[in-house]
């Protein structure tokens, strides 16, 4: 296997797919993984010691609002695209409803996986292929706000470069629709007539196909678009604030979140400009921590 060719066998992973839902179970288990090797850990991961902990970790800070979080499902599931290896796991039981072994099996016959013994050798000799596919992995599946956030709960240190294209006009029209200001706090500030820390967020990610369109749009703060992107607020139909009872802190976060839950952002003045509400709801289903 060549590099472009597991660079293709990657983006080729099968995703569990409906609509624009996210399902960002097998990206985070590959990130993991890659993310481990970069520092020099075996190729093979224990489900029981390692997966089934860091992995449940992952897909509960930065996946879906779920009643419940399986790491087995990906750690089992990328066998099927060929670019897995699992020891151990000939004897484990299948779920009733389809082939997956179920965790309980999992840990009782001691199962490990990692990538295949031809991945993990192109892996640990080109770190920074490494580096390339891990960034490839989280840039498809993520907003670029989030990704540093991912990187350092994964042990690494490191920024990527952001290739990813941007509409040139998207940040100068969104940000001059809602008046310079973030549309929650207000904030303003210039350094002579520069903005900064203020920032045009997309409602519905581009990842899921959500277009560079003022309507999916939002002028914010840094603070607040980072709040969105992580799913601590959130929009009503009225375009009023809504807080995920997750959010939790002292003073300043009374100050800078609690005194704005229930009241209607600051909205444009061409009415076209405003969110749209099927942007809304999907952030609300696929991203707000409910």
């Excluded at 779920?66 to 066998?79: M, N, T």
């Excluded at 990610?205 to 607040?224: D, E, M, Y």
């Amino acid at each position: 296997m060549t590099p472009n060719e597991l660079r293709v066998a990657i983006l080729g992973v099968k995703r569990w797919n409906r609509g624009d839902e996210r399902a960002p179970n097998k990206p985070l288990m590959m990130a993991y993984a890659i993310a481990k090797y970069i520092q020099g850990h075996g190729q093979m991961f224990s489900y029981e010691d390692e997966v089934d902990r860091d992995v449940h970790l992952l897909l509960k800070r930065f996946g879906p609002s779920r009643k419940a979080y399986h790491p087995e499902y990906p750690f089992w599931r990328l066998f099927n695209d060929g670019i897995w290896r699992l020891d151990n796991a000939e004897e484990c039981i299948p779920r009733s409803s389809n082939t997956d072994a179920k965790k309980s099996e999992l840990i009782k016959h001691q199962v490990t996986g990692g990538f295949s013994d031809e991945i993990y050798e192109l892996l640990q000799n080109d770190t920074q292929l490494a580096i390339e596919l891990l960034e490839t992995i989280l840039s498809e599946s993520f907003p670029e706000s989030i990704v540093p956030e991912i990187t350092a709960q994964l042990g690494l240190e490191f920024t990527f470069k952001q290739v990813q294209k941007r509409d040139p006009n998207f940040r100068r029209e969104v940000l001059n629709a809602y008046n310079g200001k973030c549309a929650i706090c207000g904030f303003d500030a210039r350094i002579n007539d520069d903005l900064f820390a203020l920032e045009a967020a997309h409602i519905k990610w581009k990842q899921f196909n959500g277009p560079c369109s003022v309507n999916n749009g939002l002028a914010l703060c840094t603070l607040h678009h980072k709040a969105l992107d992580k799913g601590a607020l959130g929009l009503d139909s009225n375009l009023k604030v809504v807080l995920s009872n997750r959010l939790n802190g002292g003073e300043v976060v009374e100050h800078l979140f609690y005194k704005f839950e229930g009241k209607q952002i600051n909205l444009t003045r061409d009415r076209a400009y405003l969110p749209n509400d099927s942007f809304l709801e999907w952030h609300q289903a696929e991203v707000f921590k409910s």
